[in-house]
């Protein structure tokens, strides 16, 4: 790695350094609930490498335990993931003719904080050539993903002598919180936002938490008709 390209990979390492203080609480409690769903510290190791999705593994494993239908916690779980799909699109641009192998580690590691955080900075470095991106982009993921294996297996072995007043479910709201509102920076981000968070609160009764599918997509299309509406004004 060439000196400058490891001084943008130690940059994206500082820029997610952050995003460590609720990996941990968050990988953590998965590794709790996963032992009191029944999975054994390697079953609870191996589904967290595996996916590496938090908010995903958590809908599959909390419909699993409320004995949903195996089709309907993989159904949720892929509707959760469904936009990694909008998130690859959006750093084509940027990263798109990196080698192959380079692409597949960066799929595999495409979660919420490296995609908002690269997102946030390739923009304001039109300078950086695709390989300067990808060491941002994994800069970013040695802190946001890597303990997340490490802290899955550290719930899962003390999980039980975790005090239930600690609220360690704390850092899934923060992470979303800290990540999203800088991004709300246009009406139609506003509306989508908006939107969603009152069809999430009325849609509560939905069974499955299919509510919260709902309210993603009641979002997304008002925030679409209102960017329609304000290209057409232009």
């Known amino acids: 790695m060439r000196s400058t390209n490891k001084k943008i990979f130690f940059m994206g390492v500082r820029d997610g350094a952050p995003f460590l203080l609720v990996v941990g609480p968050f990988a953590m409690l998965f590794g709790v609930v996963a032992t009191e769903a029944g999975l054994n510290v390697l079953e609870t190791l191996l589904f967290s490498v595996a996916v590496i999705a938090g908010a995903a593994q958590f809908t599959a494993l909390q419909l699993l335990t409320e004995n949903a239908p195996a089709v309907i916690a993989l159904l949720s779980a892929l509707a959760v993931n469904l936009r990694m799909a909008m998130y690859s699109a959006t750093l084509t641009p940027y990263v798109g003719d990196a080698p192959m192998w380079q692409r597949g580690f960066l799929a ?20 950086w050539t695709t390989g300067q991106r990808v060491a941002y982009f994994f800069g970013v993921a040695t802190l946001c993903c890597i303990p997340w294996y490490g802290f899955t297996v550290l719930g899962a072995l003390v999980g039980n002598a975790i005090p239930q007043g600690l609220a360690l479910d704390f850092a899934l709201p923060i992470t979303f919180l800290a990540m999203i509102a800088p991004m709300l920076t ?22 499955y938490n299919f509510g919260l599918i709902l309210s ?19």
Request: charged residues 15%; proline residues 7%.
């Open 186 to 207: 246009t009406p139609a981000h506003l509306v989508a936002c908006g939107v969603a968070v009152a069809a999430s609160l009325c849609l509560t009764w939905v069974p």
């Open 216 to 234: 993603g997509l009641a979002g997304m299309i008002a925030g679409a008709q209102v960017e329609q509406r304000m290209e057409a004004r232009k």
């Open 108 to 127: 595999y590691f495409l979660v919420d904080q490296t995609f908002a955080t690269s997102m946030r900075a390739y923009p304001d470095h039109p300078e």
